[in-house]
């Protein structure tokens, strides 16, 4: 073989060789005993690969930055989640308070020749003719026992807006019912002519019931966990301005200054959620 020729081969044999070691160097070949091989697949950034006991995996940086990613969409997440569990429940026990409330109603007009016209005269006599007919653990006579039912001077709620609740410590009578919810009662008139509320054109309200699902339990917020209704000599209903339609939104937003809370009840039961 001529000297030229032999040169010629070496060449081609020093370049094949170069090309191998170049591709183990892109490909991030991983020798963990000297005898076994694990090739990581050409394509994939080197630097997301490490050897490690014969397998493949990730950096403490890498695994640091994952759980950072995490954690912050933990913290977005988590709170919404909770607070929409949270609202659900505050919706069941305000429909499971209602349902109860509205079949003492239905007791009480047939124990006064089907007419709540006359079936009380004060809001004692008024939460006493819900308590025959429901189960009250605690039955608190206006200004017996101020703030041990409802709120009254010595404790708080406030109004969707945020403003302070109207204090209840002057003549109300309230009581805490089976299902833990404290309920206010409100007299307005024994003929169901009391203002407030309208069918019709007509004043129609008889009197209201607060009822706090989860007694003095935060949020403590009338449209969150504080719900009005209305009785007229018709139902218990939820409460709308003079009742017409759709008014109720504005008087159930978050987002109102003005908006007190009062109506959310009737939101509430539309969308079967707290919403807002």
């Known amino acids: 073989m001529s000297s030229s020729k032999y040169l010629s081969s070496r060449n081609e044999q020093i370049m094949a060789t170069k090309v191998k ?5 892109k490909s991030d070949d991983c020798h963990p005993n000297g005898n076994e091989q694990i090739t990581v697949p050409q ?4 630097q997301s690969y490490r050897c490690a006991s014969g397998t493949l995996g990730f950096t403490l940086a890498e695994i640091l930055v994952t759980l950072t990613i995490i954690g912050i969409v933990a913290c977005i997440t988590i709170p919404v989640v909770i607070q929409n569990a949270q609202n659900s429940q505050f919706v069941q026990a305000f429909k499971n308070s209602f349902y109860q409330l509205g079949q003492a109603y239905g007791m009480i007009k047939v124990n006064n020749s089907d007419s709540i016209m006359g079936a009380f005269a004060d809001t004692n006599s008024m939460m006493q003719a819900f308590c025959n007919e429901i189960t009250c653990v605690t039955q608190c006579p206006a200004n017996s026992a101020n703030g ?3 709120f009254g001077n010595t404790t708080s709620y406030h109004l969707l807006n945020g ?3 109207v204090d209840t410590s002057q003549n ?4 805490v019912i089976n299902n833990g919810a404290s309920i206010a009662f409100v007299f307005s008139s024994a003929n169901c002519t009391g203002a407030g509320y309208q069918i019709g054109g007509v004043n129609a ?4 019931l607060y009822i706090d699902v989860n ?3 935060a949020p403590n917020v009338l449209g969150r966990d504080i719900f009005q209704l209305v009785l007229t000599q018709n139902s218990l209903t939820t409460n709308q301005p003079n009742n017409t339609g759709g008014g109720y939104l504005n008087g159930c937003d978050s987002s109102n200054a003005t908006s007190t809370g009062n109506y959310c009840s009737t939101r509430v039961m539309m969308d079967n959620a707290i919403n807002y």
């Not at 309200?205 to 209201?208: E, F, P, S, V």
Request: proline share 4%; hydrophobic share 40%.
């Open 21 to 25: 070691i170049n591709n183990l160097i």
């Open 172 to 175: 109300l009578a309230s009581a």
């Open 215 to 217: 007694g003095f339990h």
């Open 163 to 165: 403003a302070p609740g």
């Open 43 to 46: 394509g994939h950034d080197r």
């Open 148 to 150: 041990v039912c409802f």
């Open 205 to 208: 309200q008889c009197g209201l």
